[in-house]
């Protein structure tokens, strides 16, 4: 600091105590204010330090930043105030400044609103230059609130650099070097208000000046009800709302103007005014309420509501207009407006105790989607004479599903009253959803007219039907289907509900679509799959139905009245384990969980009944843990050589089902064999297949084995083991079989067959290959010659493969008339993959009349119970159609069809499923060619399952005059995956029927 001139530290007005601190004064944080000691003007010149802050100064060069002599991090915020005058004065040099430096604020406290952006002034004066110059100014705004002890730093300038404190504070630069060191702060809070102090420091002088902010909210003020209409001797209440004031001091007081005298006050009694309620942004609210019980005589008096607070110049006023009337009242659509339909009601209106007698009342009716109101009846009290017995005849209106009852009445008081009786005769179809309205004209009242408002609904209550069981014969191990069907029901918005007696069911019940019927009400099915336990015999399941919101339930019930467990048959026990041939033999079994009690036992030797044997049944028994019978049959006999390996067998005949289980004799001293073992278990065409039997305890050890199918010998893959000896002197051995299952196999039988001189008869064990069946793939039809000439022979044939069994069923037709069977050929092979193939083939003369004609093969294969069609439109040469130059397959159809309609021959009807994929929810369509029959001569009804379908049938007569076609298009539920469709033609001679099994995708 050498080579600077002295400067004398002088000021003339501060705004505070502080004097300048010493230069080694540490900075206060915020929060904090300084402590300062005093400095005379003229004690001590910046330019001369002590030893240790020249040390200091020196420690602190080698982190200072260029230009500067102090670290960067010795910033205006970071110092002592005399540590940066002292900046100040190195950075700014020799400057000449007048003799006094002075800070000028308000005098007064600056009131300001709360979130405005403000500006507190400081000028500066007491320099001689035009303009500052900012690298020898600095300037630090300090805030001391009420409730601070100290003061906090709210913003900094120093050589340039501006340190704001608080979000958004700022100072102009260019103000500042006109001497305006003005503080701008936006969105000014509450918290905010409070003492600011402007500290300048121009090299080598400081000064400094405070200023007072106060922070206020003018309030926002409402009077509700500005017009107030009471009743007679009614009470309300007047609120004169004052919100978001700061700050928290405001009068509020009511006066009264009377029209009629000079009183001008308000009992005190019949005000409130409750506390004052902070809000979260540090404003205010407050009400007071002013009560009001007027009398007629009180009628236009005006009340006024005074609000005092430090933002309003004056006082606010603001009035409410009493108005005191005594109108009708009111009551309006007594009764029930939800009506059944048509069953007749009516409903109940009354205006009472109105003055004076003038009243006029009109009824209008608004129908559902309609645009405009009509006008059904009006009455005016000036017109009706006043009826003192409140007797008074229907009047008729324009709508002829009401009639009014309405007069005027004469009250003891000098009011008057009208009843009014409204009939109604409800129709869903026009009244639901209608809007009835009634508008009243007094002048008494406020709105005029007035006018009430009232949705008739009409609701038709819901009929079930009763409930219908899947099956005759309830079984515990097998769920039954409770379905009832909900008709006749409007609107389509129903609540099921399934219950056990009281008790609601665990099984969540299926619900079809709501569909509308062909008189606008509504029906739909509900089904209920459980499970039934014995407990559950003579309760009762009940079907509960009831409109969205209606509390009336419609219900109907089905009982169980018996339910049967099959019995339970335990494996045959044989006492002795290792029986032998002249000795007693006890087989036992055990028949459990079975209801109701009644069954038949019986023993089987072969194919024959035990009839000389001793046979010995315990009565049934009740478990009462269980509600189940339970009960133990044994047969006692001597067996002969020739039992050995033949299989006894108890059967236990419980409601028309039959139960077995058999138990194969095996006598000491004589050969026994296992059953027939196959690898792998999971048989498959083509797949090699081995099937292992062992034999065992036989001596000698010459044996013979054979293996069979059928009544057919097997040699090839066939082989025998040498036997061998165990350790009791017998022998053993085992016997194979190999093989590649082919389409030939299915659902045949194949056996092993083991003789020995002890035996009197061959043993046998027998097993079925479980192959699985497979419907055929089939080709499209083709015709040799393609475009055949009239009366050369055609022949059309597809080819059929990849199926087992063999067992199929060919017909082949023109349009619906079936071709002779006599000339189709079938003829099956098996193929590499073993499974069988086909070509099958039909032959015919064409004629002319045959051009255009479509033939149609049909393919049953009754394993898969499947049928599929390919159709043909045969071309004759030279002939021209309407249905262009088709000559090859026009469309195919893939169904199944039920066991019934694959057994039986061609019939007078015949369904078939022209949808191809069907599914749920979308359009099916099933068409029946009826043969030898006309639409006129017949009645067509089509069901599913045990409902008729009422929509979507369509029948046409053939051209040909061979029968007529009837078809029905519908949408399957989700329930219908495997559902029955059933068509019913009836004469006046007979009638017959066909059905089909629907299976969707």
């Known amino acids: 600091m050498t080579g600077l001139s002295l400067y004398k530290v002088h000021a003339t007005r501060r705004a505070s105590s502080d004097p300048i601190p010493r230069l080694h004064a540490p900075r206060p944080s915020w929060g904090q204010g300084y402590q300062r000691e005093k400095v005379k003007a003229n004690q001590r010149p910046f330019a001369i330090q002590t030893r240790s802050a020249q040390a200091r100064g020196r420690r602190s060069r080698a982190t200072a930043a260029p230009g500067l ?12 105030a005399g540590q940066r005058c002292l900046l100040l004065l190195g950075l700014g040099g020799l400057l000449q400044l007048a003799e006094t430096l002075q800070v000028l604020m308000g005098s007064t406290p600056q009131i300001v609103s709360l979130n405005d952006n403000i500006s507190i002034p400081c000028k500066i004066s007491g320099y001689s230059t035009a303009e500052l110059d900012l690298k020898n100014v600095g300037v630090t705004w300090y805030l001391k609130t009420p409730r601070a002890d100290q003061k906090e730093e709210v913003f900094t300038f120093l050589i340039g650099d501006h340190t704001p404190h608080r979000n958004g504070a700022s100072m102009s630069d260019s103000d500042l070097r006109r001497g305006n060191a003005a503080l701008s702060l936006p969105q000014i809070q509450f918290k905010e208000a409070g003492t600011y102090t402007c500290q300048v420091t121009v090299t080598p002088f400081d000064a400094q000046g405070t200023a007072v902010l106060e922070v206020v909210a003018q309030p926002t003020v409402s009077l509700s009800p500005k017009e107030v209409t009471i009743e007679s001797d009614k009470e309300k209440t007047l609120s004169c709302e004052v919100n978001k004031f700061y700050p928290n001091s405001v009068d509020i007081k009511w006066m009264k103007i009377s029209k009629n005298n000079q009183d001008s006050s ?12 902070e809000n979260e942004d540090g404003t205010f609210n407050v009400t007071s309420k002013l009560r009001l019980q007027p009398s007629l005589q009180d009628n236009g008096n005006v009340y006024r509501c005074i609000v005092s607070h430090k933002t309003f110049s004056a006082k606010l006023l603001l009035n409410s207009i009493l108005t005191v009337t005594v109108p009708p009242t009111i009551m309006v659509f007594i009764g029930n407006v939800e009506m059944k339909h048509l069953e007749d009601t009516s409903l109940y209106c009354q205006f009472s105790g109105f003055r004076p007698k003038p009243i006029t009342v009109a009824f209008f009716l608004k129908k559902y989607l309609q645009k405009e109101k009509e006008k059904i009846y009006c009455w005016n009290s000036e017109k009706d004479d006043i009826q003192q017995d409140g007797e008074s005849a229907a009047l008729l209106t324009k709508s002829k599903n009401f009639q009014f009852q309405i007069y005027l009445k004469s009250l003891d008081n000098g009011t008057y009253e009208v009843p009014c009786i409204i009939h109604i005769s409800p129709n869903v179809h026009e009244l639901d959803k209608a809007e009835l309205s009634l508008e009243i004209i007094h002048e008494a009242l406020q709105q005029h007219p007035a006018i009430e408002t009232t949705t008739l609904k009409v609701i038709a209550m819901p009929v079930l039907d009763p409930i219908l069981c899947s099956t005759d014969v309830p079984r515990p191990d097998e769920p ?22 009281d008790d609601g069911v665990p099984e969540k019940p299926f619900i079809s679509d709501v569909t509308s019927g062909p008189h606008g009400l509504f029906f739909c099915t509900s089904s209920l799959i459980l499970r039934l336990a014995v407990e559950d015999i003579g309760r009762r399941f009940i079907c509960k139905a009831k409109l969205k919101g209606s509390h009336q339930y419609k219900e109907s019930s089905w009982e169980l009245e018996n339910l049967i467990f099959i019995p339970k048959v335990s494996n045959i026990v044989c006492e002795p384990s290792i029986p032998e041939s002249g000795k007693a033999v006890t087989l036992s079994c055990q028949v459990t969980d079975y209801h109701p009690a009644q069954c038949q036992v019986r023993w089987m030797r072969g194919f024959e009944e035990l009839t000389e044997a ?6 049934p028994q009740l478990d009462t843990a269980t509600n189940l019978y339970h009960r133990v049959s044994q047969v006692t006999f001597t067996p002969e050589p020739e039992d050995h390996a033949v299989e006894f067998t108890i059967e236990v005949i419980h409601c028309n089902r039959t139960t077995k289980k058999s138990y194969p004799l095996m006598l000491k001293d004589f050969p026994r064999i296992t059953s027939i073992v196959l690898s792998p278990n999971d048989v498959e065409y083509g797949k090699p297949l081995s099937l292992t039997c062992e034999i065992m305890d036989f001596f000698p050890n010459d044996i013979q084995v054979q293996w069979f199918q059928e009544k057919d010998v097997i040699k090839e893959g066939s082989s025998v083991q040498e036997p061998k000896q165990d350790n009791r002197g017998l022998f053993y051995t085992s016997s194979g079989l190999q093989l590649i299952p082919s389409a030939q196999d299915y659902g045949r039988k194949i056996g092993i067959m083991v003789m020995h001189k002890t035996l009197t008869k061959p043993i046998t064990k027998n097993v079925y290959l479980k192959l699985p069946a497979k419907s055929p793939a089939i080709s499209e039809i083709r015709a040799t010659p393609a475009s055949p000439q009239v009366n050369e022979t055609v022949c059309l044939e597809v080819s059929i493969s990849d199926f087992a069994p063999e067992n199929i069923k060919v017909a082949w037709y023109k349009d619906w008339l079936e071709l002779p069977k006599d000339n189709h050929n079938i003829d099956t092979h098996i193929g590499k993959n073993h499974l069988c193939f086909s070509t099958l083939k039909t032959q015919f003369t064409a004629n002319a009349s045959d051009n255009g004609k479509t033939f149609r093969c049909e393919v049953i294969h009754p394993a898969t119970n499947s049928c599929t069609d390919k159709t043909f439109i045969l071309k004759l040469d030279d002939f021209s159609t309407s249905t262009g130059d088709i000559s090859t397959l026009t469309g195919n159809q893939n169904h199944t069809l039920s066991p019934r309609l694959i057994n039986q021959e061609i019939n007078t009807l015949k369904i078939e499923c022209i949808t191809s994929n069907p599914k749920a929810g979308e359009d099916v369509t099933l068409r029946c060619f009826v043969h030898a029959w006309t639409m006129e001569s017949t009645y067509v009804s089509w069901f599913k399952g045990k409902y008729p379908i009422e929509d979507g049938i369509e029948n046409t007569d053939c051209e040909d005059e061979s029968g007529f076609i009837t078809s029905v298009t519908f949408k399957p539920e989700e329930q219908d995956k495997e559902c029955k469709i059933r068509c019913e033609v009836s004469t006046d001679e007979e009638s017959f029927e066909d059905s089909y099994i629907l299976k969707l995708a």
């Open 69 to 80: 002599g102090r670290p960067r991090a010795m910033a205006w915020a970071g110092g002592s």
């Open 266 to 277: 308000v009992t005190a009694e019949d005000i409130c005014t409750g506390a004052s309620v």
């Open 480 to 501: 039954i289907t409770l379905t009832c069907r909900i008709h006749s029901f409007y609107p389509e918005t129903i609540e099921l509900a399934w219950y056990k007696d």
């Open 614 to 619: 001793a046979i010995k049944t315990q009565d």
